[in-house]
């Protein structure tokens, strides 16, 4: 039997996603993080950032990393468990145990590492690992990681949840869901995720990384938005290269959860811990966070009001989300692709998601909002996706 050849695999796989207009390239960007963004040499009006409160370029954040790495250095040196977690590190994982009203917070290297620990960590042979059909990557790639069975349930739909939890015999449940879905932009149902949890002595599992910083009282996250914490059976986490403008990840739960990651989770125990500059600037941001929530989130929530209603008006399809992430529906790749070229050479970067990202046939325009647009940003973006589509027959009529 002969042996198939790499380069000619690799090849036919190429060409493929080429002809599904599934090609994907890295932009050259050539400036900062802000609503104007110099991308392969162009400066483009950007929609595309996760930067929500607009938070990536402050200079108190620039100032906080520079005096750290006075202080500290560039680089740890090392891994949390060997000479690498400094001062910095400690602070910051106190101050934001104490900001999301948990027991213990620990910090990871990036929310993707942080979701691998998870199931490696916790889940074993016998248990049971459910997922939200919509998480993240990273969530999903952490439950395949454990030796458990694994199931997706249909997006938010608890009904179906538990007719696979009834259906699988299983020692533990691990349940587990985006709190804010990062390419629907939707919230899922948590007081009832955390109902079924209850129910049936789950551990739940709320990846926050879209409604950290931007959701709940002083931006504490979806969880506090609905009044709940990462305490008991929750365990939560937030990312600090969102809303934050800076970089990594936490979980925040119990002290027996926290601990049990600490000496198990591999993406935490064998990996250089965070450079303490970049945790300084992390701090700054949640000081920040503190003090302006009420202006930056304001000003955002009055955008993204101004954003749905000016859809509204053109006629665009948009998925029910009251968040910073607005997708506009296409449908169709290759029309989804074109949407987003004619948008940049309008001057506009707003990105076309197709699949695997998304369902097959649910390619989106998505667009996301930050505190550091204007009003007027909005209103002629919105302009721009209207005829952007109507240019590429993406069954549109541009309104006059």
Known sequence: M???NWRESLWARRKDRINSSLWRQRRHIGSVQQPLLKS???WLTNFSSNDYLGLAAHPKLAEAMSEASHQWGVGCGASHMVCGHQSPHQQLEQALAEFVGAERVVLFSNGYMANLALGSAFA???DLCL?????HASLIDGARLSNAQFKRYAHADLAHAR??????EHERLLLASDGVFSMDGDIAPLIELNELANHHSALLFIDDAHGFGVLGPSGKGSLASVGLAPR???VMLGTLGKALGSFGAFIAADEYVIEHL???ARSYVYTTALPSPVVAA???ALELLKCDHAVLNGHLDKLISLFTQACKLEGLSLLPSITAIQPVMIGDEALAERASEHLKNAGFLVPSIRTPTVPKGQARLRVTLTAAHTECQVKVVVKAIARALSAVGAGFECRA
């Open 163 to 168: 007719k696979i939890i009834m259906r699988n």
């Open 131 to 135: 997922h939200d059909k919509l998480n």
């Open 262 to 264: 600490i000496q198990c």
């Open 2 to 4: 002969g042996h198939a």
């Open 40 to 42: 392969d040499g162009e």
């Open 232 to 234: 008991d059976n929750i």
């Open 124 to 126: 074993q042979r016998n």
């Open 282 to 284: 992390s701090s700054a």
